[in-house]
């Protein structure tokens, strides 16, 4: 049996943040918590939603204590402010650092006994559904508008863990390309490829069927010809980034990621790497690893990136052109191509187990050892 955990309800196109209103209208919703980090705030991003609020007369907090790698601490303070706040609702409003730090904060507010956050790390089976959360994503890369998956930062263990619940996805997705025509080119390269990352790891994980291989080739196709676009700033490279993105995630959200994932998480918590970037850097390598566990799938990844021919093409040769696709894209858009300023050789020990014990470890094609990791690491330094 499969099960599929969608949004009850998404928006999507210019202008579609207007439907906030009408949503929070509709379900009598009283008074807004919007989660939005300080950059979105201080740049005005977060005012576009809140002049929304405004001209509705609908009642709203904001909350902005949030960090790019969101922690613990974030979740706390804001399940703190949350319950002063005397709001019904929350509206989340960024990339996934305010999408999951939303996602936290509710479903504590529904199941306080979850408090220390740490207990919410994996598949946890809790009681009651997050307070409503209408999500707005800011970026066109982590989809957690439409995923039960959200990632926190324990600060303390140098480590990120991934929570795995459907009763934290929102209940409205607001996807309007013009809540993301601010990002820079480095932040939309890095979400980019953060999604092309999901599509590309859903398609291939171990939980995959046809109804997500739906999704997941769609979305390549959209991401590998939008995402050079969107880099530039284009309306049509941003409204197929949105859209890309979102399939991705109505994908991977209901079949899992891999080592792609895991390895790049512990990167997050220990060098503070953008989870984007560092899903890039190890994507065309990780996808050497796996190929030889992925039977003829690599030759619809090859197609769905444009590769003319791969009909044509020996196993080897299609596996080799879907790599190198991916590996195109990735420095088109100006990602680095190795990990060489990043992770020191004295933490490889500890970054490979981190990756080892990551949620998104088991849903790799092929079942990993630590050592392959630490090879996997080295071979990128």
Not at 178 to 199: I, N, R, V, Y
Not at 200 to 211: D, H, P, S, V
Not at 241 to 261: E, K, P, T
Not at 327 to 354: H, R, Y
Request: one cysteine or more; charged letters at 25%; aromatic letters at 6%.
């Amino acid at each position: 049996m499969n099960r599929f955990v969608l949004n009850e309800t998404s928006y999507h196109g210019v202008g579609a943040i207007e439907a906030i209103a009408v949503e929070a209208k509709k379900r009598a919703f009283k008074k807004a918590f919007v989660c939005s980090d300080p950059d979105l705030v201080k740049f005005k991003v977060t005012n576009k939603v809140l002049d929304v609020l405004n001209k509705n007369n609908l009642l709203y907090e904001l909350y902005s204590n949030i960090k790019p790698n969101p922690t613990i601490e974030n979740v706390q303070t804001g399940v703190a402010s949350f319950r002063k706040s005397g709001a019904d609702y929350i509206i989340a409003i960024g990339g996934g650092s305010s999408m999951d730090t939303a996602k936290a904060i509710g479903i504590i507010i529904a199941n306080p006994e979850h408090e220390d956050v740490r207990s919410l790390e994996g598949a946890v089976d809790t009681k009651n559904p997050s307070v409503p959360i209408i999500a707005v994503p800011t970026t066109a890369g982590t989809a957690a508008e439409v995923t039960i998956n959200y990632v926190i930062t324990d600060v303390d263990k140098n480590r990120k863990f991934v929570c795995v619940d459907p009763h934290d996805i929102p209940v409205v997705a607001i996807i309007d390309p013009d809540m993301m025509s601010t990002m820079p080119k480095g932040l939309t390269a890095a979400t980019g490829m953060d999604a092309l990352t999901h599509a590309i790891e859903g398609y291939i994980t171990k939980g995959a069927w046809e109804l997500s291989d739906m999704f997941h080739l769609k979305a390549i196709e959209i991401i590998s010809r939008s995402l050079r676009d969107a880099v530039k700033n284009t309306l049509q490279g941003r409204e197929g980034m949105a859209l890309g993105q979102y399939i991705a995630g109505m994908g991977f959200s209901n079949v899992g990621l891999g080592i792609v994932h895991s390895m790049a998480h512990p990167l997050g918590a220990l060098y503070d790497t953008p989870h984007g970037v560092a899903n890039a850097i190890i994507l065309p390598t990780v996808m050497e690893y796996n190929a030889d566990a992925t039977g003829e799938k690599y030759r619809e990844i090859a197609r769905a990136m444009g590769v003319k021919g791969v009909d044509d093409m020996t196993v080897e040769e299609y596996r080799k052109a879907a790599i190198d696709a991916v590996k195109q894209l990735s420095l088109d858009v100006g990602i680095p191509a190795d990990l060489k300023n990043i992770v020191k050789e004295k933490d490889l020990d500890f970054l490979a187990q981190s990756a080892m014990d990551d949620a998104c470890r088991p849903g790799n094609p092929k079942d990993p050892t630590k050592e392959d990791i630490i090879a996997l690491y080295k071979s990128l330094l």
